[in-house]
């Protein structure tokens, strides 16, 4: 487990902020004197933690979902914070390792008295935390575990993004429609409750619709070649190739399909966003392939577009990607349920954040419903010329 702790920005210091910016060195504490947080506590900052795979193989993520994260609650401190009180923001990296995240949640809650814990980003490792967190009656808001296991946790696990059953089920729609293609082969992660879940959400509407799977066929986590199951997939002739598993392995198995002579479309969920997947497997290799994710930074919504641009003035031009767009909302979602809340105690704060009704994220109006989910839309991007594009925005 390994430990990060930001300062909230002092919010009257230019000066800091400015030495912040251009040499990254860290503003002072602005707080002073003992802490008084903690779920009971009514005074003092109010501590939020939130867990991230900042390093190891899905690091992409957690980096991405927390400068969102950052941003957001470095605005909030900036416009006073919330119930007169700054956030003081928490971060413990999982390392994209199973087990991390049990063990930080039980820090957090019991060590940190953390009021809610964000994260994390991958449906596995919110499943290992949330037991700890319902238990403890501590609210923990997922701001992009799409795996419908996760808010069936119980009553404190709440997410902001989309689920799996409605992203599998547009994939299927878009393979069918969009790419015609009726013959399709699935390679899905044995190791990742995300990618498994997938990868039925996807099948079962798809063949329902009058698709047929001509193969499917497995790897497990970090595995680097994938041409056994590729040269089986290829021999099954599918007309498009569903890989619903995280962007380390799918740009590899995108690239090797390519060097093995298969032109069809490939295709798979928000698990492919990252700009390292087109480091990975190269623009060329990502044509004709399309992957469905939860926003689009070409979105010109105006609010879409402010948040860009503050996204790119505070990490040196950096375009956000779906995960920071997701790490943005969800702190931000906490922040206005504590302000409804007026109190940071488990059981208020956790009904605050039930009621969070037609909330406006960056990616998109935000309704909790009944099973602590979000209705939202989805994207369809693809890659030309080494960059993501936009091609459709899909509606529940
Ligand atoms: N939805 C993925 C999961 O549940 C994580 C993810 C979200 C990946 C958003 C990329 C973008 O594991």
Redesign the pocket.
């Known amino acids: 487990m390994k430990r990060f702790l930001f300062n909230p920005l002092p919010f009257s210091s230019l000066l800091a902020a400015v030495c912040l910016s251009f040499t990254g060195c860290k503003p002072a504490d602005s707080g002073g004197g003992p802490q008084d947080t903690g779920p009971g506590a009514n005074t003092g900052k109010i501590r939020v933690g939130e867990y991230a795979s900042m390093t190891g193989g899905e690091a992409a993520?957690g980096q991405s979902s927390h400068k969102g994260t950052q941003l957001a609650f470095e605005e909030v401190n900036k416009s006073g914070g919330v119930l007169g009180r700054q956030i003081e923001h928490l971060l413990e990296d999982t390392q994209s390792k199973q087990g991390e995240s049990a063990t930080i949640s039980k820090k957090f809650i019991s060590r940190d008295k953390v009021v809610a814990l964000l994260g994390e980003?991958?449906?596995?490792r919110s499943l290992e935390a949330a037991p700890f967190c319902q238990e403890a009656r501590i609210p923990m808001i997922s701001p992009?575990?799409?795996?419908p296991k996760v808010t069936e946790m119980g009553d404190y696990i709440f997410r902001v993004?989309f689920t799996d059953p409605f992203q599998g089920r547009l994939l299927a729609e878009f393979a069918q429609k969009t790419l015609k293609a009726r013959r399709v082969a699935i390679l899905s992660d044995t190791a990742?409750a995300?990618s498994v879940g997938l990868a039925k959400y996807f099948k079962d509407p798809f063949v329902a619709g009058g698709g047929q799977v001509v193969l499917e066929q497995k790897y497990s986590g970090k595995d680097k070649d994938f041409k056994a199951q590729l040269t089986a997939i290829k021999a099954a002739n599918p007309e498009a190739i569903c890989v619903p598993g995280?962007y380390t392995e799918a740009g590899l198995i995108v690239a090797q399909a390519r060097q093995l002579g298969i032109n069809v479309p490939l295709f798979g969920?928000?698990?492919w966003?990252a700009p390292q997947l087109i480091e990975i497997a190269g623009g060329k290799a990502l044509e004709n392939t399309y992957y469905s994710?939860?926003y689009s930074s070409e979105n010109t919504d105006p609010q879409v577009q402010s948040f860009v641009a503050a996204f790119k003035a505070r990490y040196n031009g950096e375009t956000p990607d779906?995960?920071a767009a997701?790490g943005y909302d969800s702190a931000r979602v906490l922040a206005d349920a504590i302000k409804r809340a007026g109190s940071t105690e488990g059981p208020k704060l956790r009904d605050a954040i039930a009621a969070t009704k037609d909330f406006p994220c960056v990616t998109g109006r935000t309704t909790l419903d009944a099973s602590r989910n979000a209705s939202k839309s989805a994207v369809i991007l693809t890659v030309k010329d080494n960059r993501f594009k936009y091609v459709e925005t899909i509606s529940p």
């Open positions: 993520f980003v991958a449906s596995g992009s575990s799409t795996n993004c990742s995300y995280y969920g928000d698990g966003e994710t939860h779906a995960m997701l």
